[in-house]
């Protein structure tokens, strides 16, 4: 398994695969809590109004992220488990995007936690799961996190010191195992 790719300047970490099914099947797989635990993605908990990734997908209620409903989504608070059980991070939904007929076959979520305070985080962390169609059969996974934060980049160094890098390759691999 390979290492994601890390950009220390940009404080990204990101993974990517191409996975021979189509770019909807994997999406609803990854938006479904039943699915999990899955590599460093141990859990999550319904959004803040009980409901569930997999019904706004299934019911393709944003299909347009500039839609108003869209914004109402990405403040939906929920409490996801990074590693462990025990290690439960407050986030908020901050990225949502469902296949509209501009981009086929391109779907991307993800959450927002941050560690400190409104307007002075001490850490910030962005991850994203974006699958892009490369065909009807096969699509690319990109499983990423950008961290921010007057710690972001102390954390970035943490990333090329340790083999935390390898959660977000095995997440994928753990996808298309499953999958294909």
Known sequence: MNC???????K?????ITINKPASDVFEYITKREHYPMGMVVKWEPLGEG????QVFAKRLVSDPNLAYASHLQMLPFKVSILTEDNVMNA???????SSPQQKGHFVFGWKGVMGWKYFPLFTGEHTFEVIEESEKSCKLI???RFGGLL???FML???LSSFCNHFSEFNSIVKKRLE
């Open 4 to 10: 994601a790719k890390v950009e220390f300047w940009n």
């Open 12 to 16: 990204l970490v990101s993974s990517t």
């Open 143 to 145: 499983h990423s996190e």
């Open 158 to 160: 943490y990333l090329k």
């Open 92 to 98: 908020k939904l901050w990225k949502w995007q469902v």
């Open 152 to 154: 972001g980049h102390l």
């Open 51 to 54: 409901l569930e990734l997999e």
